[in-house]
């Protein structure tokens, strides 16, 4: 017997939500480029010169020999009580019950989605920002309230321009965001928490690149600043590895309760023997041991690039050395469709991501963005080299 597909195809059956869930502009050109010898300035994959096999196989074996049985089994949606407690510990404000592990912060965002936002809700977002968590959002089709920004984060007027219109809540990346690599001031942090606060406006506090600081002090966490306001979600992806997948959301308790319900709907919980495995990697030391080293070794590369650039781009880049994190935000001075330069840049072997895709709406065509945490020296100062390249072809030209 021959089974025959759905009349008209299956995609005529798909709900109408799918139609929302657009494919990823950064993974559609990652896989155009990949296995070519294209320089990819596009992606925020980590080194993975900075993964620690060796740790990891130690972790591994200890966690099988040690306790192999609750590894491999089921276990609680929210997560390994010993991994809620470290995170706990290292997350000012969180205790163990207002913590979830979640599988990446990814799925974080997810439920959040999920438990927030109803058919047309405002969600306050920065524009332009991180592209994940606007395609985590937008199934549950929200009406989105960008929030402009400057060098500092969220420009103040703006934000209390979308704050006073109730928003489901305010998504934001105060440290080295992605895109911008921009760090909010301490004022900002304030003024952002208290404008919330006049507005009773639930804040999403993303971090993922906290802990890659470069220079300057530490600031406090938004969540740090006002636990029972901010969900805060933390990831071992930049600093230990992504292909883990494990991260966390700390916040008010009876959040944490809404988005763990979810959560078991979803998956029932983060993979046991991956949280075995890293409970054993943190508790010898693993990431505080590697914290300084990526450290030196992202600020490093952030120093070629923006060398690099200054040597081949000139004045046509116009960016602000990033603090931390792993992205170099940039406008091309003489107002270059970087979508169009996109083209003539991969065909110079360099690829990056145009600006335009982090942004709900309203984008301009000027920006870029530049990650400097794969290539090596030498592949970062040749990518600066094929972009001047690019932006000399009459193809990066209307
Ligand atoms: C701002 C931001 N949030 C979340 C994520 C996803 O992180 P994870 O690997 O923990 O899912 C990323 C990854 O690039 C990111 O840049």
């Given at each position: 017997?021959?089974?025959?597909?759905?009349?008209?195809?299956?995609?005529?059956?798909?709900?109408?939500?799918?139609?929302?869930?657009?494919p990823?502009e950064?993974?559609?050109?990652?896989?155009?480029?990949?296995?070519?010898?294209?320089?990819?300035?596009?992606?925020?994959?980590?080194?993975?010169?900075?993964?620690?096999?060796?740790?990891?196989?130690?972790?591994?074996?200890?966690?099988?020999?040690?306790?192999?049985?609750?590894?491999?089994?089921?276990?609680?949606?929210?997560?390994?009580?010993?991994?809620?407690?470290?995170?706990?510990?290292?997350?000012?404000?969180?205790?163990?019950?207002?913590?979830?592990?979640?599988?990446?912060?990814?799925?974080?965002?997810?439920?959040?989605?999920?438990?927030?936002?109803?058919?047309?809700?405002?969600?306050?977002?920065?524009?332009?920002?991180?592209?994940?968590?606007?395609?985590?959002?937008?199934?549950?089709?929200?009406?989105?309230?960008?929030?402009?920004?400057?060098?500092?984060?969220?420009?103040?007027?703006?934000?209390?321009?979308?704050?006073?219109?109730?928003?489901?809540?305010?998504?934001?990346?105060?440290?080295?965001?992605?895109?911008?690599?921009?760090?909010?001031?301490?004022?900002?942090?304030?003024?952002?928490?208290?404008?919330?606060?006049?507005?009773?406006?639930?804040?999403?506090?993303?971090?993922?690149?906290?802990?890659?600081?470069?220079?300057?002090e530490?600031?406090?966490?938004?969540?740090?600043?006002?636990?029972?306001?901010?969900?805060?979600?933390?990831?071992?992806?930049?600093?230990?590895?992504?292909?883990?997948?494990l991260?966390?959301?700390?916040?008010?308790?009876?959040?944490?309760?809404a988005?763990?319900?979810?959560?078991?709907?979803?998956?029932?919980?983060?993979?046991?023997?991956?949280?075995?495995?890293?409970?054993?990697?943190?508790?010898?030391?693993?990431?505080d041991?590697?914290?300084?080293e990526l450290?030196?070794?992202?600020r490093?590369?952030?120093?070629?690039?923006?060398?690099?650039?200054?040597?081949?781009?000139?004045?046509?880049?116009?960016?602000?050395?990033?603090?931390?994190?792993?992205?170099?935000?940039?406008?091309?001075?003489?107002?270059?469709?970087?979508?169009?330069?996109?083209?003539?840049a991969?065909?110079?072997?360099?690829?990056?991501?145009p600006?335009?895709?982090?942004?709900?709406?309203?984008?301009?065509?000027?920006?870029?963005?530049?990650?400097y945490?794969?290539?090596?020296?030498?592949?970062?100062?040749?990518?600066a080299?094929?972009?001047?390249?690019?932006?000399?072809?009459?193809?990066?030209?209307?």
């Amino acid at each position: 017997m021959t089974v025959r597909a759905g009349r008209g195809g299956w995609t005529a059956r798909f709900a109408a939500r799918t139609e929302r869930m657009r494919p990823s502009e950064i993974r559609t050109l990652l896989k155009r480029t990949a296995g070519s010898d294209v320089i990819s300035l596009a992606g925020g994959l980590p080194s993975p010169a900075t993964f620690d096999v060796g740790a990891f196989a130690a972790a591994a074996e200890r966690a099988l020999v040690r306790d192999g049985r609750r590894a491999l089994q089921y276990g609680p949606t929210d997560g390994r009580p010993e991994l809620r407690a470290w995170v706990a510990e290292r997350t000012p404000g969180a205790t163990p019950e207002r913590v979830l592990i979640t599988s990446g912060s990814q799925q974080g965002l997810a439920l959040l989605a999920q438990v927030l936002i109803d058919p047309e809700a405002p969600v306050a977002v920065a524009a332009p920002t991180y592209m994940g968590a606007l395609r985590a959002f937008d199934p549950y089709a929200p009406r989105w309230l960008p929030v402009a920004t400057d060098a500092d984060g969220m420009r103040p007027e703006a934000l209390e321009a979308a704050l006073a219109q109730r928003p489901a809540f305010l998504y934001v990346i105060p440290d080295f965001d992605n895109p911008t690599g921009s760090r909010m001031t301490l004022e900002r942090r304030e003024a952002l928490l208290d404008a919330a606060a006049r507005h009773d406006v639930l804040v999403i506090e993303d971090a993922p690149y906290r802990e890659l600081r470069f220079e300057g002090e530490e600031l406090p966490t938004l969540h740090e600043l006002a636990p029972e306001r901010v969900a805060h979600l933390g990831t071992l992806s930049k600093t230990l590895a992504p292909g883990l997948r494990l991260a966390w959301v700390a916040g008010p308790e009876a959040l944490i309760e809404a988005l763990q319900r979810a959560k078991q709907a979803s998956d029932l919980h983060t993979s046991t023997f991956v949280q075995a495995v890293a409970l054993e990697a943190v508790a010898e030391g693993a990431l505080d041991r590697r914290l300084p080293e990526l450290r030196v070794h992202y600020r490093a590369r952030r120093d070629v690039l923006v060398d690099a650039l200054a040597v081949e781009a000139g004045d046509r880049l116009a960016f602000e050395p990033p603090q931390g994190g792993m992205f170099l935000w940039a406008r091309a001075t003489d107002g270059t469709d970087t979508t169009r330069l996109l083209g003539a840049a991969v065909d110079a072997g360099v690829a990056f991501v145009p600006g335009a895709a982090f942004y709900p709406a309203g984008a301009p065509a000027d920006r870029l963005r530049l990650s400097y945490s794969l290539p090596d020296d030498a592949g970062l100062r040749e990518a600066a080299r094929r972009l001047r390249t690019a932006f000399d072809a009459p193809a990066a030209r209307p």
